[in-house]
């Protein structure tokens, strides 16, 4: 299998029509469509179900077998809606928002590993650069909140602005913590690097004793940069309506959910190359059942790292259907004075380690 | 000099420094914002409009707008006959639509001279309690939504089911039932309807402890309802409080126990006030608690009810009940323990017709809401939010 | 049996406040009427209706009285005497356990009624109430104004001999 594939990607790299390197495009593509199509899709399709599930409910069951077209019922119904611009709105800050939200959402996905030779950039810069393309969302909130014309946007959107302006910092410590234990920033080593034969016990996760700590900060962090419950306050829904996306409709509308969904499998993906592994298989040979041999592969690779970016999805959804949301101050007290202290001790504990212990 | 004093602002101040020249020194006060909650918002438990001052996150000030919802209950009251005012009682108050109308009979029943059944006056107990348990859940399952919490509301109106089936039994009609009438009932209980309550009540005591442990140990939760909200226990009723209202501020103050009516003094149960440990006393949170008890304690009180209850045998509930109701001459002010707090009606009666010459209904989440001017002073959003789900508000009450 | 207020529980209910009264009407003599004693809603009516705070404020804060519940202010119309009124019920909250009725009066037009909204928060609201069902006015109201119809509105509703108004903004009111 893994022989076949690398052939075919290699043909594929090799396939230069006109002198054009379409043969790459389309291997760096591919991943990215399977992500927009199949993945949003059906993540937004796996949060009703779930939260169906866990709230004693069925969720959507009329829309195909189980509700599994309900998605893209939903699709088809906000692209034919009427777009509405509010008359008082900043026009061009209002259509501009979304698009920012989107593309900084989706920049990221550049950077994933999706396997051993599915990568779009192989940066070596990689994990700053997914770090800091989350700035840019920023600007499209900022942007999306101002240009609604509304107070209640606007609220939405500064409480959201503060929030992950200051939950970047534990966020980008944590993940020094893991550019420390590998002694780099790019992604594609991040995974050569956990490769190995004892499978899960080769993951950073479990190859120091503290670095449990730094994976927590992060998860944390990560919840509170997507604006996921119990972080959600700039889009609570009881206060604010809906926050900063109040005032959209129609296509805009879909475009700002996909782009959180967007952000969710990326923020999951970050955190399973830092520390879990990524396109590595977590299963070990034992003796001479090969297990990590016959599920390592470029195929493989891919559907490892989206297994554990749903993991840390249905995580997030798991918390956002059973917690209440923190109020502004609490929020910015847990980020201030609870994670960026800790996220300094792990600093500092993981750079000990890689120094004196190792 | 005084011109240019009064011709700049007053969060300027100029100061004359000698040899005609001044110095003009600017506060760097942010403006207040006027904010409109409502009347269409999602926290706002109906059409209720709040007018928020804010400085920032920080509200000033919020004044309830209401009138929203107003459908002129007491006119109606004055073309209606006494029976037919039933039905417009369960409308003011739809989630407790039971205990509205256990009000308003015993208000009349106080200007007639009939005897009740005892038979009914187990029934309407049984009812109010029921409907007592689903009006807290719902109070409840908002409040958690209000929060953030999402699935306590789903819990809460799966349980709720269950008890808007058995009152649909019993009475025909899922939320506005016109069952409790003057003088007696509309129908008596179907066959089988003790056992069903029997078996809801052994279903519904752990869900009840389940939904304690879901979010009164819930940190998040706690944190987000302590200490909010503070009102003393004596301008608490000077206000008029009552209900859990008046129980969260430590007043032990229970008209079932204190001001009782029907059966009540036969049965057995605790007035449920917070004790101080896990919340406030005044506080958001111990409101909550406080109908959180109250449910357990309903429980209690349906099954001694269903134990005492004398047996039907061909009952006729409307055995009691005059063909025409023509209260002697007078006035008087009957009330009852609402989910809510008291609702009281002020009905004065010529003796001669069949329709009242006045009929105020004095209702609770009125004079609850009232408070909300001098209780949102000084709070942030997030908080006036859980000051009015703590409130427990239905609109239909407010404005009649 | 008729709820619990037997004819014993009753008349016990009703000596209460007619103690309660004697106190009010040894100090206010002819300011308050005579006691009517009646077993539904025993209550006495102010004569003087300029000296309403000052009762209220005695009711409330008097060591024997404490009336410091006001349960229902509700307003009331006499087109017989062409009066416009108030009736309050008043309770001794958890202290003495009495309550009473008080009826104050005023005249149909242009009447006015003292304010006892800074003696008991709650009569805030309810006499807002009242001046919008019924018009009249309540003098020394922090806020006097409508409560339940729109700010604009023409009539005071709860009057017998209220004529809706035809035209609201545009809209058909009578239908």
């Not at chain 1, 509170?224 to 900063?244: C, H, K, M, Q």
Request: charged letters at 20%.
């Amino acid at each position: 299998m893994s022989m076949s594939l690398n052939s075919w990607s290699d043909a594929l790299a090799q396939w230069l029509p006109l002198g054009l390197p379409v043969g790459l495009v389309i291997i760096a593509a591919l991943p990215l469509v399977f992500i927009a199509l199949y993945a949003l899709t059906y993540g937004v399709y796996g949060e009703r179900k779930i939260s169906a599930f866990m709230q004693d409910r069925l969720g959507p069951m009329e829309v195909g077998k189980w509700g599994l077209l309900q998605t893209i019922a939903d699709i088809l119904k906000l692209l034919q809606k009427e777009d509405i611009v509010n008359r008082d709105a900043d026009k061009f800050l209002f259509v501009i928002g979304p698009g920012i939200l989107f593309v900084g959402s989706f920049l990221a996905f550049a950077v994933l590993p999706f396997g051993p030779a599915f990568i779009g950039a192989d940066l070596n810069v990689g994990v700053f650069y997914a770090i800091g393309i989350v700035a840019l969302e920023v600007v499209g909130i900022l942007a999306a909140g101002w240009g609604s014309n509304n107070k209640w946007a606007l609220y939405g959107a500064i409480r959201s602005v503060a929030q992950i302006v200051s939950y970047e910092i534990p966020a980008a410590i944590a993940i020094l913590c893991g550019a420390m234990m590998a002694g780099t920033l790019s992604m594609q080593q991040f995974n050569l690097l956990q490769q190995g034969e004892n499978g899960f016990m080769s993951f950073f996760l479990f190859q120091n004793p503290i670095a449990w700590l730094p994976f927590l900060i992060y998860f944390i962090a990560s919840l509170a940069e997507t604006n996921r419950a119990p972080f959600d306050i700039p889009e609570a829904e009881s206060e604010l309506v809906a926050g900063y996306f109040t005032e959209y409709s129609g296509m805009k509308f879909a475009v700002i959910f996909l782009a959180e969904y967007g952000s969710m499998f990326m923020v999951s993906a970050i955190i399973s190359v830092v520390f879990l592994g990524g396109w590595n298989s977590p299963l070990p040979n034992i003796g001479t059942v090969l297990l990590n041999d016959w599920t390592t592969g470029p195929v493989w690779g891919a559907f490892w790292i989206i297994m554990k970016g749903f993991f840390f999805i249905f995580i997030q959804m798991w918390l956002r259907w059973t917690l209440p949301r923190l109020r502004v101050d609490q929020l910015m007290y847990l980020c201030w004075k609870v994670l960026t202290p800790f996220a300094f001790i792990a600093f500092v504990l993981t750079a000990v380690w890689e120094i004196y212990m190792k | 000099m005084q011109e240019l004093e009064q011709a700049v602002n007053r969060s300027v101040r100029v100061i004359p420094q000698g040899e005609g020249r001044v110095t003009i020194e600017k506060d760097l006060s942010s403006e207040e914002m006027i904010l409109n909650m409502g009347p269409q918002h999602p926290s706002t438990h109906g059409v209720l409009r709040l007018e928020c001052k804010t400085d920032g996150e920080v509200v000033t000030e919020a004044e309830p707008y209401l009138g929203y919802l107003h459908r002129c209950f007491e006119k109606h009251a004055e073309v209606v006959d006494y029976p037919g005012i039933v039905p417009f009682v369960d409308r003011m108050d739809y989630l407790a639509a039971m205990n509205s109308e256990f009000a308003y009979c015993i208000a009349v029943e106080k200007l007639l001279d009939v005897e009740i059944p005892r038979r009914v006056e187990f029934m309407r107990v049984i009812v109010s309690e029921l409907n007592r348990i689903a009006s807290h859940l719902v109070a409840i399952g908002t409040y958690a939504i209000d929060l953030g919490a999402f699935t306590p509301f789903l819990f809460c109106f799966r349980d709720r089911e269950h008890i808007m089936s058995l009152l649909e039994w019993a009475s025909g009609a899922r939320m506005l039932y016109n069952y409790i009438w003057i003088g007696g009932a509309s129908f008596d209980f179907p066959p089988g309807f003790k056992e069903r309550t029997a078996e809801f009540v052994n279903y519904f005591r752990p869900k009840a402890l389940e939904l304690q442990r879901l979010l009164t140990e819930n940190e998040i939760f706690v944190k987000r309802t302590k200490g909010i909200g503070m009102m003393p226990p004596d301008v608490a009723v000077n206000y008029g409080w009552s209900g859990p209202m008046l129980r969260g501020s430590g007043v032990e103050w229970d008209l079932r126990k204190h001001d009782p009516y029907s059966i009540y003094p036969e049965l057995d149960f605790k007035v449920c006030v917070p004790d101080g440990k896990h919340s406030d006393i005044g506080d958001s949170l111990s409101r909550h608690l406080v109908r959180a008890y109250e449910m357990v304690e309903s429980l209690s009180m349906i099954e001694q009810c269903l134990d005492k209850m004398p047996d039907a045998n061909g009952f006729d509930p409307r055995s009691a009940i005059a063909k025409r109701i023509r209260p002697k001459a007078g006035e008087v002010y009957g009330r009852a323990e609402n989910p809510r707090g008291e609702l009281g009606f002020y009905i004065v009666s010529d003796g001669k017709s069949t329709k009242p010459v006045r009929c105020k209904a004095r209702s609770s989440c009125f004079v609850n809401l009232s408070a909300m001017k001098e209780l949102s002073m000084g709070q942030l959003i997030p908080d006036l939010v859980a000051i009015i789900g703590s409130i427990d508000i239905v609109l239909g009450e407010v404005d009649r | 049996m008729e709820e619990s207020q037997g004819t014993i529980g009753q008349s016990a209910v009703v000596e209460a406040s007619r103690a309660a009264y004697a106190i009010i009407r040894e100090k206010f003599a002819d300011a308050v009427s005579e006691f009517d004693a009646n077993p539904t809603m025993p209550f006495f009516e102010i004569l003087d209706t300029s000296r309403w705070s000052e009762i209220a404020l005695f009711m409330r804060d008097n060591a024997s009285l404490r009336f410091t519940y006001m349960a229902c202010l509700s307003g009331m119309d006499y087109p017989e005497d062409a009066k416009l009124g108030i009736v309050c019920n008043l309770e001794s909250l958890g202290e003495h356990g009495h309550r009473i009725a008080v009826k104050v009066k005023c005249d149909r037009d242009g009447g006015a009624i003292p304010s006892v909204a800074n003696v008991w928060k709650t009569a805030d609201w309810h006499e807002r109430e009242a001046f919008d069902m019924y018009g009249m006015l309540f003098t020394g109201h922090p806020d006097l104004r409508r409560i339940l119809c729109p700010e604009d509105w023409e009539g005071y509703p709860l009057r017998k001999d209220y004529e809706v108004q035809e035209n609201y903004h545009g809209i058909k009111v009578p239908y």
